[in-house]
């Protein structure tokens, strides 16, 4: 997906976490939960990709923080980390938000993607 500057977006960002209903609730449980498996298990590959010079920024960290995140006292999703958020996690000047966003558009989504379409969570 591009947006209107062209840049690749995230489809993560196209689903507003206050419209998920209770049925898509529970797949999205599910869904999260076998990502955070998948990341625990294949975490060492998934590090050695990483933004230049700064290997904490790393896809297994960034698929983590792009995740839909679950409010404990709630129980619904929020939206997850802006890039400007997790630049601040990082201490990463804004000027390495570039960097992050390319770099997960070019190897850490693909990853994703992948797993995704194994498990028969989008299409071929």
């Not at 196209?14 to 869904?31: F, G, R």
């Not at 230049?52 to 923080?65: F, G, H, Y």
């Not at 006292?73 to 890039?83: A, C, H, M, N, V």
Request: aromatic share 8%; net charge negative; hydrophobic share 35%.
């Amino acid at each position: 997906m591009t947006n209107q500057d062209g840049e690749e977006t995230d489809p993560v960002e196209k689903i507003p976490a206050s419209l998920v209903d209770p049925y898509t609730l529970i797949e999205l449980d599910l869904v999260i939960e076998e990502v955070l498996t998948w990341v625990s298990r294949y975490g060492a590959s998934l590090r050695r990709k990483y933004v230049p010079d700064n290997p904490r920024l790393n896809c297994a960290a960034l698929i983590l923080l792009r995740l839909p995140q679950k409010d404990e006292k709630s129980g619904r999703y929020i939206d997850p980390l802006t890039w400007e958020e997790i630049a601040e996690q990082f201490r990463v000047p804004p000027e390495a938000i570039a960097a992050m966003r390319r770099c997960y558009g070019e190897k850490c989504r693909p990853c994703l993607q992948t797993f995704l379409r194994s498990r028969g969570y989008i299409d071929p």
